[in-house]
């Protein structure tokens, strides 16, 4: 009966969200808002011999060899004085729920001086308020430890995304990644609406291969092919008009900026952001005595990630457990999905226990993921236990969602979890 009955609460809360979601004001379509421009990183840049740093915060689109490397390019020939070098730090299939925790790690511990953040995509379905809280706590978390680093919110698009731009509208992830620029008077570029431009006119080819042949190339004589997928560019059609859309913003962006100085940061736009947001090595929880560390040195499958989890961790046998207690109000576990991954039983306090695969549609190989703990939690004591579920999800089954099949049987066998850190809004309790 209690189960029904927070099941049914989660669906009501659920639809109230979304009601509020689809009422969000859509922001109009312009291509650049420089505000307050890029002060510290274009005084810097023009110095001769400046050591400088462009960080790339984003997921798969930013993670293309796009428009990253090819913006990168533009900055180092038209600054040709300066030794201008890149921070990768893109994941695909990750928002800015995971950006905010991977801050520090992947971004601000290397010392940027221009941040560009690229969530509008991966935060399609997010809610408005969600984005405020994840968007602002990258901000504030940047200013605080790095004043005097710059930053530009830029915006992708999707054909599944694009419907408001025709209509000369942002879409929903952008308009509300718009209210926090224009709190702290942050530049914004939206590389795709020259994309929505060509789409309305008919001209644009969403989804298809480069052509090859001299017959291909003549089927698609008037079109402009943007992507293989309708989501990740070609790096030779679609992110030529993103980087285009960069270079663009830049004049604007130059006439707005004034004195250099370092970043002040007043009032929060949205008192619940995660400005407090950390990564803890998973193995300040307490964990069973069958989790191994990975030898992330030496060990062929730990290398791959190594520059992004510093303690991960596996674990394969039912019963085993990760335990710990925080006192916050959102937490989750930042581990790797992969074939030969199980499920698990999460139970937070009393709640009852829920079962968790790790393992999706897209595990035909291994990558990172975040498994929510809970939250909008009230800001007091939680107890959280992860156990190992005995039996495998059904794999084949979920691999047939995306049209994927089991190839070797043992290459999909286990029930394995790989947990690297602690993703807390908030701190851990004994």
Known sequence: MRLLALT???????????????????????????????????????????????????????????????????????????????????????????????????????????????????????????????????????????????????YTVTEALVAPL?????????????????????????????????????????????????????????????????VHPHPETGHELYLAAIVRSLDPIQQATKTPAPHVLDAPFIATNYEQAKMLPISAAKLSSGFAKMDLANDPFGKRWASRMKDLHKAGKAGDTITFKFKGTRCAIYDLVGPDCGQVIVTLDDQPARIVPRFDAYCTYHRLNTLLIGSDLSDTVHTVKIEIHPDQPDKAKILEKNNNKIDKPERFDGTNIYPGAILLVGELVE
């Open 8 to 154: 049914l609460f989660s669906l009501v809360s659920l639809s109230a969200a979304l009601m509020a979601a689809e009422d969000f004001p859509l922001a109009p379509a312009q291509e650049c808002r420089p505000r307050n421009g890029l002060p510290n990183f274009l005084a810097k840049v023009k110095q001769p011999g400046a050591e400088v740093k462009i960080a790339y915060l984003g997921g798969s689109i930013t993670a293309q060899e796009g428009w990253r490397p090819k913006t990168l390019a533009h900055f180092q020939t038209t600054y040709p004085q300066a030794k201008i070098d890149q921070i990768h730090a893109a994941i695909g299939g990750t928002g800015s729920d995971l950006g905010v925790f991977r801050l520090k790690q992947d971004v601000l511990d290397q010392k940027p001086d221009l941040m560009f953040v690229e969530f509008a995509v991966n935060d399609g379905g997010a809610a408005p308020e969600q984005i405020f809280r994840c968007m602002e706590g990258i901000v504030r978390q940047t200013w605080k430890a790095l004043p005097e680093c710059d930053i530009c919110f830029v």
């Open 166 to 230: 025709k209509e000369g509208k942002f879409q929903r992830s952008a308009s509300a990644m718009e209210k926090i620029a224009e709190h702290y008077g942050i530049p914004t570029i939206h590389m795709g609406l020259e994309v929505a431009k060509l789409a309305k006119e008919g001209t644009l080819v969403w989804k298809a291969p480069l052509p090859k042949t001299d017959e291909e190339k003549k089927a698609m004589v008037g079109k402009f092919i943007f992507a293989p997928d309708s």
